[in-house]
């Protein structure tokens, strides 16, 4: 029987299993394109105190969820085009192509997920290949050549230009996987923060 999860975008959202079929949808990448800058604050001698919040997060069985979305970082309008890429990796590292200068980490989309002991899991990349991001007054810029990669718990069987098939070889079910892409930077792109959605199905029995 094969079942399908869903979750939800933007922040971590839990996916839970339907009895009959469900999706995981929606991971959110974002992007900032421009230029930033840094002031030197002045040093302070002082006493004070705080709080910090602290939280837990318990994985039910038949879930996947978003631990991270895909992020590329801060690059400066370029000349010429180019592209920023991000391996599907925790090196938080990208390369680049043509005029684009990047500075600070790139981050792959991180997804954890327990569906069960030598399941077959398959995943689909989004629709047609590519996502759009948008940014200020209308400009957009593609991302697209998304690539999978299996950090824990699963062993690739099988790949085409659609679809990764994976087994669970977790005896505990769990397992875990990156997800990284190319972004087209046009010249002379408009400065802003670009951000997009995008849809991945994972096929479990």
Known sequence: MTRTLPMGLGNLTRAR???????????????????ALALPLPALAQSATGRADAQATLFRPGTVIKLADMDFGDIAKPLAAGTV????????NCTTTG???HSGACESAYFRGDLGF?????ITKPVGGQIFLAGPSGATMRVNNFTFGSETGMWLTSSSSTQQRYLVVDLGGIFTFR???TLNVAANQRAGVYQGTYALDINYN
């Open 85 to 92: 890429v991000i391996p599907a990796t925790n090196s938080g």
């Open 17 to 35: 299993l339907d009895r009959r079929e469900a999706r995981l949808r929606r991971a959110a990448c974002a992007l900032l394109a421009g230029f």
């Open 179 to 181: 997800m990284g892409g």
């Open 99 to 101: 005029g684009i200068i």
């Open 118 to 122: 030598l399941n077959t899991v398959v």
